[in-house]
T-cell receptor, first 113, second 110 residues
Framework: DAMVIQNPRYQVTQFGKPVTLSCSQTLNHNVMYWYQQKSSQAPKLLFHYYDKDFNNEADTPDNFQSRRPNTSFCFLDIRSPGLGDAAMYLC????????????FGPGTRLTVT | GQNIDQPTEMTATEGAIVQINCTYQTSGFNGLFWYQQHAGEAPTFLSYNVLDGLEEKGRFSSFLSRSKGYSYLLLKELQMKDSASYLCAVHNNAGNMLTFGGGTRLMVKP
C-alpha cells in the first residue's frame, strides 16, 4: 500500500562523510520534491523535479544535490554533511504542479556526529 | 516574496471547537493547502481551497478569503488524536512548489 517510500528512516553519518537518502513512489506522479524540516519549523523546499526537469531553490546550498534516474526514484545526496544539516528530510510527490495535493513519505531523520 | 503567518501554539479541550488562522501575502495566489503533521511523522493532506468560502469535510472545515489573504482551519468535536501541527501552505503561479507556514502546534487536553 505504501505510496511514497523513504529509506532509511533513520540515518547517522559523520561530519563531512557523504550520505545519500532515497525516495521511491508507486503513484507514477510527475513531480518529486525534497524538503528539509528542522525541529518545530516548516518544511523547507530544497529542490524538485518535474519529470526530468530539475528545479533548484535559490537558497539551497551547493552541498545538496539530487538525482532522478527514472519516474519512480529520486535521491538526495549530501556531499559533506555539517552539524547544521541534521534534520528530517521529507520526499513528496504530486501528479502535476503545485495545485495538486502532495503525498509525503515518512521522512528520513538524519543525524550528523 | 511570500509571507505566511500562523500562531505558533494553541491549546483546546477535547470535544470543543478550535479555529486555526493563517494569513498570507503573496503575488499570483493560486490556492491554499492545509496539512496535518503528527510529531515525527510526515504531513498529510487535509484540504485545498482555491475559491472564497468554506469547504467542509467531516469534522474539519477550511475557509478562504482571497481578498483578505486569510484562511482558517476549523476543527470540531476535538479528539485527543487531533493533537498535531497544522501547516498552511500557499501555492502561487510562479511554479510547481508550495510555501509552507511555520505551523501551529495544537494540544488537545482531556
Amino acid at each position: 500500500d505504501a505510496m511514497v517510500i523513504q529509506n532509511p528512516r533513520y540515518q547517522v553519518t559523520q561530519f563531512g562523510k557523504p550520505v545519500t537518502l532515497s525516495c521511491s513512489q508507486t503513484l507514477n506522479h510527475n513531480v518529486m520534491y525534497w524538503y528539509q524540516q528542522k525541529s518545530s519549523q516548516a518544511p523547507k523546499l530544497l529542490f524538485h523535479y518535474y519529470d526530468k526537469d530539475f528545479n533548484n531553490e535559490a537558497d539551497t546550498p551547493d552541498n545538496f544535490q539530487s538525482r532522478r534516474p527514472n519516474t519512480s526514484f529520486c535521491f538526495l545526496d549530501i556531499r559533506s554533511p555539517g552539524l547544521g544539516d541534521a534534520a528530517m528530510y521529507l520526499c513528496a510527490t504530486s501528479r502535476r504542479g503545485g495545485d495538486y495535493e502532495q503525498y509525503f513519505g515518512p521522512g528520513t531523520r538524519l543525524t550528523v556526529t | 516574496g511570500q509571507n505566511i503567518d500562523q500562531p505558533t501554539e494553541m491549546t483546546a479541550t477535547e470535544g470543543a471547537i478550535v479555529q486555526i488562522n493563517c494569513t498570507y501575502q503573496t503575488s499570483g495566489f493560486n490556492g491554499l493547502f492545509w496539512y496535518q503533521q503528527h510529531a515525527g511523522e510526515a504531513p498529510t493532506f487535509l484540504s485545498y481551497n482555491v475559491l472564497d468560502g468554506l469547504e467542509e469535510k467531516g469534522r474539519f472545515s477550511s475557509f478562504l478569503s482571497r481578498s483578505k489573504g486569510y484562511s482558517y482551519l476549523l476543527l470540531k468535536e476535538l479528539q485527543m488524536k487531533d493533537s498535531a501541527s497544522y501547516l498552511c501552505a500557499v501555492h502561487n503561479n510562479a511554479g510547481n512548489m508550495l510555501t509552507f507556514g511555520g505551523g501551529t502546534r495544537l494540544m488537545v487536553k482531556p
